[in-house]
């Protein structure tokens, strides 16, 4: 039996393309091979002419445009859309939840206690619009007000270079601050770091930034080093490749979409900061966020930052909107969700490293809190051969 011939057309400019690529490695690495042509192109490339010549099996694709769905249609083709400019295809799609991706950004920083923010992203751009709507949605909840800045992002609509950043700079200096930023994606980070750089601000006591992608290379470029949020473009690789083997070989999926949560923020310099005018909560805080997965109770933030209980309580209802004990918590939900992720470490040995006694109260913590038992958690959130 011949080898399926399969098109595969995702961008290898971009970590997250490459992420995909990854992913969809690990399937066949495990699975009959296909026969397979990457189309090398940048992310908003044409589809290419030969494309109508050709006679094969499958197609997963990052390029998408009205006319080249309606072509594909008429072909008849299996084809797995991975492309997140355009609200629909009539394929078959797995996306990152861009709204997860703006909640959670929206969550890290206000957990560092910021009250003003503000969003940079790429005009016309339907994952950048996602992303904002999901941290506005949670910046709202909290009563708090959110600026917003676009520029276009494809050429030939963009600004030069310093046109860009005089926009972004003008902007960010009508903010009151401190201010919490996001960036639609690292690159965008990357803009707004210069912008505060250009202006003399402090990062990340008055203004910290968020991206999205996790681009190792790039974050660590940024002067300071960038935060991201982290997508999970391996998994949708793996499933799309999935996808679309079973469809070449007869079971035609569902034309629906499915998204996946983003994996977590990685922190670095540009928002490892709290926002708090308050010393002692600021202390109590960050003792919390350093020893919380040593199993302490509020007694032990109380010796390390001394006042009384209720003078605690109710700051930290004050700046985090909840309580010390739900602080510790979410400290060690947060590092059990990590590990749960990014490693094959058994829940017993978890339950240690985060400071529960026994792994059965791990569990029902982890259910209440997250609304999904540690292995449903890991088995949605790994790649079958990507596992740390």
């Known amino acids: 039996m011949s080898r399926p011939s399969v098109v595969i057309m995702i961008e290898t400019a971009t970590i997250y393309g490459r992420r995909l690529l990854q992913g969809i490695t690990s399937y066949l690495r495990a699975h009959e091979p296909w026969s397979i042509f990457l189309e090398q192109h940048e992310l908003g490339a044409e589809p290419p002419p030969w494309l109508q010549r050709w006679q094969g099996d499958g197609l997963i694709t990052r390029v998408m445009t009205p006319e080249f769905a309606v072509w594909l249609q008429e072909r008849g083709l299996p084809v797995i859309d991975l492309n997140d400019r355009l609200p629909t295809s009539g394929f078959p799609r797995i996306n990152s939840d861009d709204q997860h991706i703006g909640r959670l950004a929206a969550e890290h920083l206000l957990e560092r206690g910021f009250q003003h923010f503000g969003y940079c992203g790429f005009s016309d751009e339907l994952w950048s619009d996602r992303r904002c709507a999901g941290f506005h949605e949670t910046i709202a909840a909290q009563g708090l007000p959110l600026a917003r800045f676009d520029s276009p992002w494809v050429m030939p609509k963009t600004a030069s270079w310093d046109r860009q950043q005089e926009e972004i700079a003008a902007w960010l200096s ?50 300071p080093p960038l ?70 109770s509020v007694n032990d933030v109380l010796r390390a930052v001394p006042q009384s209980r209720t003078m605690l309580e109710r700051k930290f209802r004050k700046f985090l909107g909840r309580s010390p004990q739900a602080e510790i918590r979410h400290v060690q939900i947060k590092r059990a969700k990590q590990l749960l992720a990014e490693t094959d470490l058994k829940l017993e040995r978890i339950a240690e490293l985060t400071g529960f006694q026994h792994p059965e109260y791990l569990s029902v913590v982890f259910k209440r809190e997250v609304g999904q038992t540690p292995g449903e958690f890991r088995r949605h959130a790994m790649s079958p051969g990507t596992r740390g």
């Open 227 to 296: 935060s991201s949020v982290r997508p999970n473009p391996e998994r949708i690789g793996y499933l799309a490749a999935a996808l679309l083997d079973s469809w070449m070989q007869g079971r035609a999926p569902d034309a629906q979409e499915e998204v996946l949560p983003p994996l977590g923020v990685t922190t670095r310099q540009s928002s490892d900061v709290l926002a708090i005018d308050d010393p002692q909560i600021a202390a109590a805080v960050r003792f919390i966020r350093e020893s919380a997965c040593r199993g302490i």
């Open 174 to 223: 009508t903010l009151p601050r401190p201010v919490g930023l996001m960036c639609c994606n690292d690159m965008r980070g990357q803009h707004v770091l210069d912008a505060c750089s250009r202006l003399g601000w402090s990062v990340p006591e008055e203004a910290a930034v968020v991206g999205v992608d996790d681009d190792d290379l790039l974050c660590e470029f940024c002067d």
